[in-house]
């Protein structure tokens, strides 16, 4: 059974930066992907990490590319989403998921708040 598991989250003023962290409890997936909803908002895919035999390879929404940015540590099992230069619409639930073998596995989510 895959179970990510997301922390880091937390309060942060905007322009700081926070580190999420996905411990996906397997160590081997194919996609992971971070992500986000806000209250009253579609939920957003933040970033992906894709495996490859070249490393693999990072995608990102327009709204984070540039300050967001995700890798992995596969002797560790986990995935991290460094945001830096937040900003208050950036506040949302964040949310690892773990695809292997056609499945896709949700974590339970943290928090992210950015004031201003």
């Known amino acids: 059974q895959v179970q990510p598991v997301e922390s880091g989250g937390g309060l942060v003023q905007a322009g700081g930066s926070l580190r999420l962290s996905c411990a996906a409890s397997?160590?081997?997936?194919?996609?992971v992907e971070w992500y986000r909803q806000a209250p009253g908002n579609q939920r957003e895919l933040v970033a992906n990490?894709?495996?490859?035999?070249?490393?693999?390879?990072?995608n990102y929404a327009d709204s984070v590319k540039g300050r967001f940015t995700i890798s992995r540590d596969n002797a560790k099992s986990t995935v991290y989403l460094q945001m830096d230069s937040l900003k208050p619409e950036d506040t949302a639930v964040y949310y690892c998921?773990?695809?292997?073998?056609?499945?896709?596995?949700w974590g339970q989510g943290t928090q992210v708040t950015v004031s201003s």
């Open positions: 998921v773990v695809l292997k073998f056609g499945s896709r596995y």
């Open positions: 397997t160590s081997i997936f194919s996609i």
């Open positions: 990490i894709i495996s490859g035999g070249s490393g693999g390879s990072t």
